[in-house]
């Protein structure tokens, strides 16, 4: 038989007669490396593994990054159909560019109204994906998005949900918004742009609006993707790029809505579509790292410990001939079989958490391949299984190549204070990791608390919000939207559960916003010329069903409203930054093609998150929407706060909504309370995940320093029994050990506060007002991990204290 065999049965053998060891060690490396795993095979799926688009390498997505201007800071936006028209055919350094806009659609027909994610993509959007139709065919490259020549791509989700039986490609239609579709073709079941929730493509031409406008409102703005050339750098695109947006946008062509110093961007596809979570990925695995490093440094203490009692057996085998080397390789089996046994469990636990992991971390990532057990997944776990072994092996082999043979069967203590030492260094590694869960938790949570701390300028308690949009083609003319919302309301208000109703047209933690240009008629403080706000059609109860706070002035009246009097209410900080000190009460507005008088200030109401900045905003009857914006009031959110549930409002909700049309859906129903909470979700999560792992990191710290200075007693109990003979005090053997603890405490923190800082600096994108440095997180950090080391210490200094050095000196 072989060494190896030899070793390997021998190991398991030794493994079995200690079973409670056996299971401690290995259940501590099953959780461990299976996190590890399941977090690795994450963003193996998401961050390295191919898209399902050929040479995804040449993707790049477009934006134009723009130069601050007044109190509008630098931010990226998208560039203008005109630019892209002109990039399309001046194109040298690209083979294709391809523009989309996502946009929601009202489904009817075939099982009632539905409200379905869509997008408006270029015609050459496929081509440039190298992605063609499961079924049918393509947008045809001459497609013109016309009232006249609808066509539309669905997807295999919504195809097999809503056309299973009878579909005929090319013949069969479907009704998005009141108007006919074509459907010329299914996609396949693993194509998702833009998004995951995407069911269906219409067509999407440039050059409506290619010619450059004074009026930059009225021009359309969409993201875009490009394919580069072969042999083509992104900087030579970025150039092109820059060139037509140059060309677009000169001084001669009139826009008024350009910089200096915008430029334009290009991102790898990937990059761009992975940026939201690539922070967060790494994150976890760096703490779950932090934890296996952690436990492997456990792991070695308890085998010294476990082994000490074999020192006598181990001695004998060496002193009859016995080779060290090996004696070593047996111990370093066991402990490489115990890690590659744990690693192979916790592969199959990653199998079982692959589809499931994604949505506890709530990750909005790329489609995940059904399979989580690619070789590279394979591979990272049956590496860290390996190095695992060896780390926590390495103390124990080092102890059997530095035995004293002669003391071991005397069966003396304290035969080897150097491995202590090395023993001593690993719980030193422990601490320093450490504190850098413990400082990365604290950051968050700080991050998290700040944020929860924010005033979102309503009071969402008892609210209920829901999303109206009414067909253009049958609510598009003047008085049509304004009756079904005047009908609605007329409806709900006296119900007895409800305090008060109204609408607005973008509410809170909502998915967009839009910006109007605007003047100020009279004022001292003239804004830029390109002041731009965002428009809010509302109604008289808006005010109070979003629990909206009035600072000064008042709200709309019903008499306002009745008459479509052109009033507005603004928010602060349209008041701060284009009325400066002067009072808004009186200040006429001029927007689109008609004035609005302030009567009112509101609170500022934030539209994207508690993490957002509030944006300048005006509020207006919906009653006035043609006079003001030339436009209908068809897509407008329903707040209603409640007396009690608000939930249970749903059913009447619905009801009065299908008895004013029945082809009207009500979409996105949520309690404001539930928006908010989602709002701050993964701030949450991501403060409570490595807060988990910091906790379990300070155990096992704790559960090394009582090891390590429990071990390094046993090894020095002559020595103690002497100090103790000699007329030591109990008080000074405890500050002995005690201090000793301090001390290793004191290393870890000058190891793992640079560290700490290091991380804390890559979580930047995932605070919110708290600096990688923040004083009061490393301080908790450091008083956390001093405190753990003095209590571990407390048992080992206690036991030190109270030897007996009579019984010690008989024994010798």
Same mark, same amino acid.
């Given at each position: 038989?072989? @060494? ?42 998401? %961050? ?13 997505? *477009? ?17 203008? @159909? ?25 489904? &009817?027909?075939?099982?009632? $109204? ?40 669905? /997807? ?8 299973? !039986? ?14 006919? =579709? ?30 450059? /406008? ?41 826009? &008024?809505? #350009? ?13 761009? #579509? ?30 010294? *410990? ?18 060290? !080397?090996?004696? +070593?390789?047996? *111990? ?12 192979? #469990? ?18 909005? @990532? ?41 003391? $071991? %069967?005397?069966?003396?203590?304290? !035969? ?11 719980v030193v590694l422990e601490l320093a990791l450490t504190v850098v869960l413990l400082t990365c938790a604290g950051i968050l949570t700080r991050s998290f608390l700040l944020l929860t701390a924010v005033d979102p300028g309503f009071e969402p308690e008892q609210v209920l919000a829901g999303s109206i949009n009414l067909e253009p083609s049958r609510y598009g003319r003047q008085g049509k939207s304004e009756a079904f919302f005047d009908e609605l309301l007329t409806r709900l208000e006296p119900h007895p559960g409800v305090v008060a109703a109204g609408v607005v047209s973008f ?61 507005? #209410?603004?928010?602060? &900080?349209? +008041? ?45 009857? =919906? ?54 909470? &989602? ?6 999560? =991501? ?18 320093? =009582? ?13 103690i029994g002497l100090r103790i003979a000699l007329g030591a005090k109990r008080r000074e053997i405890v500050e002995m050990v005690v201090k000793s603890a301090i001390g290793m405490a004191a290393t870890g923190l000058i190891l793992g506060v640079p560290a700490a800082y290091g991380i804390a600096r890559l979580l930047s994108s995932l605070l919110f007002k708290v600096a990688p440095f923040d004083p009061l997180a490393y301080s908790v950090a450091i008083v956390l991990v001093v405190g753990i080391a003095i209590l571990a210490s407390l048992g080992p200094a206690w036991r ?13």
């Amino acid at each position: 038989m072989s @060494s190896f065999s030899q070793d390997f049965f021998q190991s398991l053998r030794a493994l079995a007669r200690r079973p409670g060891f056996t299971v401690v060690v290995g259940g501590t490396l099953v959780i461990c490396l299976g996190l590890n795993t399941a977090i690795f095979s994450i963003i193996d799926a998401v %961050l390295f593994r191919p898209l399902p688009f050929a040479d995804v390498d040449q993707i790049a997505t *477009v934006s134009l990054l723009r130069a601050p201007a007044g109190d509008e800071p630098a931010g990226k936006t998208f560039l203008d @159909s005109a630019t892209l028209l002109v990039w399309q055919t001046n194109n040298k350094a690209i083979e294709q560019l391809a523009a989309y806009h996502e946009d929601m659609f009202t489904l &009817t027909g075939l099982g009632g $109204a539905e409200r379905i994610q869509g997008a408006e993509i270029s015609p050459s959007m496929l081509q440039l994906l190298r992605t063609a139709p499961a079924l049918g065919q393509p947008i045809p490259a001459n497609s013109q998005r016309t009232r006249s020549d609808h066509i539309a791509l669905l /997807s295999h989700r919504i195809w097999q949900r809503r056309f299973s !039986t009878g579909l005929e490609i090319g013949k069969q239609t479907l009704t998005l918004d009141g108007a006919s =579709y074509t459907i010329v073709g299914i996609m396949p079941e693993s194509f998702s742009f833009p998004s995951k929730e995407t069911d269906v493509w219409i067509p999407l031409v440039l050059g409506n609006d290619a010619q450059p /406008s004074e009026d930059s409102i009225n021009r359309d703005y969409y993201p875009a993707l490009v394919r580069l050339r072969p042999g083509v750098s992104i900087e030579q695109a970025v150039a092109e790029g820059q060139a037509a947006y140059n060309a677009v946008n000169e001084p001669s062509s009139g826009r &008024t809505d #350009i910089e200096a110093g915008d430029r334009v961007v290009l991102t790898p596809f990937r990059s761009e #579509i992975t940026a939201h979570v690539r922070p967060a990925l790494l994150t976890m695995l760096t703490a779950a790292a932090c934890l296996l490093a952690i436990a492997c440094a456990n792991l070695a203490g308890l085998f010294l *410990v476990r082994n000490a009692s074999r020192e006598h057996e181990i001695a004998m085998r060496l002193a009859l001939g016995g080779s060290r !080397t090996r004696v +070593a390789c047996q *111990v370093l089996t066991e402990c490489v079989l115990l890690s590659l046994s744990g690693g192979l #469990i916790g592969l199959v636990i990653t199998g079982w958490t692959h589809q499931l992991l994604p949505r506890i971390l709530l990750i909005d @990532s790329p489609p995940l391949d059904e399979t989580a057990f690619s070789a590279s997944v394979f591979l990272f776990s049956l590496l860290a299984a390996l190095v695992a072994g060896l780390s926590f092996g390495l103390l124990p082999v080092l102890r059997v190549a530095r035995l004293d043979i002669a003391g $071991a %069967l005397r069966g003396a203590p304290g !035969t080897v204070m150097a491995t202590g030492s090395g023993h001593r260094r690993f719980v030193v590694l422990e601490l320093a990791l450490t504190v850098v869960l413990l400082t990365c938790a604290g950051i968050l949570t700080r991050s998290f608390l700040l944020l929860t701390a924010v005033d979102p300028g309503f009071e969402p308690e008892q609210v209920l919000a829901g999303s109206i949009n009414l067909e253009p083609s049958r609510y598009g003319r003047q008085g049509k939207s304004e009756a079904f919302f005047d009908e609605l309301l007329t409806r709900l208000e006296p119900h007895p559960g409800v305090v008060a109703a109204g609408v607005v047209s973008f509410p809170p933690f909502g998915s967009g916003f839009s910006l109007i240009g605007l003047d100020i008629i009279g004022s001292a403080n003239t804004p830029a010329k390109d002041a731009r706000a965002c428009p809010q059609l509302t109604s008289p109860g808006f005010l109070e069903a979003m629990g909206l706070r009035l600072v000064e002035g008042r709200w709309l009246s019903e008499a306002d409203h009745v008459d479509g009097a052109p009033v507005a #209410i603004v928010n602060k &900080t349209f +008041a701060h930054r284009f009325l400066g000190g002067e009072s808004p009460i009186g200040q006429r507005l001029a927007v689109g093609t008609g004035e609005l008088e302030v009567v009112g200030v509101v609170d500022d109401m934030l539209l994207f998150g508690l993490d957002s900045d509030p944006k300048a905003a005006f509020f207006f009857s =919906y009653r006035s929407a043609f006079r003001i914006i030339d436009a209908a009031p068809s897509q407008l959110s329903l707040v209603i706060r409640t007396k009690s549930e608000p939930m249970a409002l749903a059913p009447f909700l619905r009801e009065s909504i299908a008895a004013i049309d029945p082809e009207t859906p009500l979409d996105d129903l949520m309690l404001m309370e539930d928006k908010l909470t &989602t709002s701050v979700a993964k701030p949450r999560l =991501y403060a409570a995940i490595v807060g988990v792992f910091a906790g379990l990191a300070t155990l096992l710290a704790a559960a090394g320093v =009582y090891g390590v200075l429990a071990y390094g007693i046993r090894e020095r109990t002559r020595e103690i029994g002497l100090r103790i003979a000699l007329g030591a005090k109990r008080r000074e053997i405890v500050e002995m050990v005690v201090k000793s603890a301090i001390g290793m405490a004191a290393t870890g923190l000058i190891l793992g506060v640079p560290a700490a800082y290091g991380i804390a600096r890559l979580l930047s994108s995932l605070l919110f007002k708290v600096a990688p440095f923040d004083p009061l997180a490393y301080s908790v950090a450091i008083v956390l991990v001093v405190g753990i080391a003095i209590l571990a210490s407390l048992g080992p200094a206690w036991r030190a204290s109270h030897l007996d050095p009579r019984a010690l000196l008989r024994h010798e």
